[in-house]
């Protein structure tokens, strides 16, 4: 899931058995995504680093539709040469999120992924 941080708002984290929902007797994590916005939008980021580092992300909604419909989408780019050889990462992501808001309830479908490629470079032990 790369780059699911730039589509989401809030992240709970809960250990042990959770209740109401579905039981997980482990823990849950709830990924709760951006808010609704009442008018339309585009956001445009890019970002710079060392060692060719660079992130483009396109986001866009728009707004509410009908006073009860909102569509949201985001397109990511990461990619990084890395710090030393062997150790680069490329990824492409994407989000699409259809909302409905009723005066009772409320509906979202979601649809996110990606494709990521990264490379490790690291020096094995060796034997004495």
């Known amino acids: 899931m790369p780059d699911i941080g730039a589509s989401t708002d809030n992240i709970e984290i809960q250990r042990g058995i959770t209740v109401p929902n579905a039981g997980a007797f482990g823990g849950s994590i709830n990924i709760q995504t951006l808010k609704r916005n009442a008018v339309a939008y585009v956001l445009i980021s890019k970002s710079y680093g060392a060692f060719n580092t660079q992130r483009h992300s396109v986001g866009m909604g728009t707004g509410m539709l009908n006073k009860y419909f909102t569509l949201d989408a985001r397109l990511s780019y990461i990619a990084s040469d890395g710090y030393i050889d062997r150790a680069s990462s490329n990824l492409k992501s994407y989000f699409l ?7 009772r309830h409320s509906l979202r479908l ?7 490629i990264t490379y490790q470079a690291w020096e094995g032990v060796l034997p004495k």
Do not use: P, W
């Open 97 to 103: 999120a259809g909302n409905y808001y009723g005066n």
């Open 110 to 116: 979601l649809s996110f992924g990606g494709h990521e």
